[in-house]
């Protein structure tokens, strides 16, 4: 039994797998995925580093475990919608589901390169497209045109697309204006493209061109095609 002048102890909150995998999201959330080390999450967690590793062997286990995460916190987002999907109610039912899907990676705009750089994919992730392939069949999509469908949206279909140029953290301002300059004359439309665009609002994007608008506008593109080959089948 405790004294009167002996101090009160927090209770300590075992470690398990999925407490780490969640200190693991919190760090990138808060420091960048590239922060994330082993002794780091042992800090995160009030633990030694070889304690990680009852639970996570290595950093690709962490790696393949934050998709976990985030593809469970997807799944728990559109979980929630309930909209009609049958016939041409389909569209508007995948468009939502995306774009919610979207809206948890814009919480954590690191994921999507994490996502990309793992070899095999979740049992959440794979529950994610099962979830969207039956939103197809709802619309009478045959599964030959599903499995089009998939290829053509792509990442788009988790709520990111994947860059075609991604110059980085690099030069900026007036640095980047000398580089566009010294590129003109040799690559004179992509430079046009260059100088034009602009992004600015920055809580939107999931990468270096991945914009809020230009993400709908592909997305409905996409959708709209689909939704004509679903009515001509």
């Known amino acids: 039994m405790a004294t009167r002048n002996e101090p009160r102890t927090e209770p300590r909150i075992p470690l398990s797998r999925d407490r780490v995998l969640r200190a693991a999201v919190k760090l990138a959330d808060e420091s960048g995925i590239e ?4 002794r780091r999450l042992a800090e995160e967690v009030g633990a030694e580093a070889m304690s990680l590793y009852y639970h996570v062997a290595k950093k690709e286990d962490v790696l393949d475990g934050i998709v976990e995460v985030i593809a469970g916190e997807i799944n728990e ?22 774009l919610t899907a ?15 750089t793992r070899a095999d994919v979740s049992p959440p992730v794979v529950q994610y497209f099962d979830a969207l392939i039956g ?3 709802d619309g009478g999509f045959s599964y030959d045109l599903v499995h089009r469908a998939l290829h053509a949206l792509g990442s788009r279909a988790l709520g ?26 040799r690559l004179p439309h992509l430079v046009g493209m260059l100088r034009e665009i602009a992004h600015d609002d920055p809580d939107s994007t999931l990468g270096w ?25």
């Open 77 to 98: 987002a559109v979980g929630r919608i309930d909209v009609p999907s049958q016939g041409a109610a389909w569209k508007s039912a995948v468009r939502q589901r995306v």
């Open 160 to 185: 990111f697309t994947q860059e075609m140029f991604d110059p980085g953290d690099g030069a900026g301002g007036e640095e980047s204006s000398a580089m566009l300059e010294a590129m003109a004359e």
């Open 35 to 38: 922060s994330l080390t082993m």
């Open 102 to 116: 979207r809206e948890v990676l814009l919480r954590h705009p690191w994921a999507p390169r994490v996502f990309e």
């Open 135 to 137: 939103l197809m069949r």
């Open 209 to 233: 061109c991945d914009d809020q608008t230009e993400f709908e506008f592909g997305l409905d593109l996409i959708l709209d095609g689909l939704d004509g080959m679903r009515e001509t089948a």
